[in-house]
């Protein structure tokens, strides 16, 4: 079977302003997906592209990006809910302040962003969603408890998700990198870290998001977790 043809599709990605969302966001366009690219800070790199702020950290801008994405480009296709915190923390460190706020970036707004657009696909029976966690959310990581926490959530709100939107032709999976250079989520030296890797170097974005392009054009394939490490943690 071909794969299906995303062109004519629209997009959402979060976390779209650098690293893998940036990549994700040009490889869409390239391949004909009209893409909405969030970011809370910094304004993505490129243009062509549909450019949204928001801090979904707060619940209510979940609703209000949608809605705005929506308004400019109509029904939302694809949802690549890609944006994370991950500032890095012992478990001594991490107080109620700083696991809520890794929570409501992490785990809540993927959520909401999920359930805002799932029942549009299911009425007209398309849709994709991909979540992006990590592999700390198989092994604990080194970025922090809360990092891992609300990384492994993800793979639960998957597996629940696509079980019940499966027949309705969309489909939820998610991708865990590891170890991927030029993002900010970069625990530690970066020739240190490449020493680590069995392949002998770090992960690109573009690697990350050529993956992902494979599983949102894949119809067959959900309620998976796709890890991407360089051969660090076989599962």
Aim: charged share 20%.
């Amino acid at each position: 079977m071909k794969y299906v043809d995303l062109s004519g599709r629209t997009a959402l990605v979060t976390g779209g302003s650098g690293g893998i969302g940036a990549e994700l966001s040009r490889q869409l366009a390239a391949a004909g997906v009209s893409v909405a690219v969030h970011y809370r800070e910094h304004a993505p790199p490129f243009g062509g592209a549909l450019a949204v702020k928001a801090d979904l950290a707060e619940a209510a801008a979940c609703e209000d990006l949608v809605a705005r994405v929506e308004a400019e480009l109509g029904p939302i296709d694809i949802l690549a809910a890609n944006a994370g915190a991950g500032a890095p923390a012992s478990w001594q460190e991490v107080d109620a302040e700083a696991f809520d706020r890794m929570y409501a970036v992490n785990l809540r707004a993927p959520f909401l962003l999920a359930r805002r657009v799932l029942p549009g696909m299911v009425e007209r029976g398309f849709g994709r969603v991909l979540f992006t966690s990590s592999i700390a959310a198989l092994t604990g990581g080194v970025v922090g408890p809360h990092y891992a926490a609300t990384k492994a959530g993800l793979h639960g709100l998957t597996h629940h998700l696509a079980a019940r939107v499966v027949r309705d032709g969309v489909t939820v999976n998610a991708i865990a990198p590891a170890l991927i250079a030029d993002t900010r989520i970069l625990p530690g030296d970066p020739e240190q870290l490449a020493a680590r890797v069995p392949v002998g170097r770090l992960g690109t974005p573009a690697e990350v998001a050529d993956l992902a392009l494979a599983i949102l054009r894949n119809g067959y394939l959900t309620s998976k977790v796709i890890a991407l490490d360089g051969g660090m943690y076989p599962t």
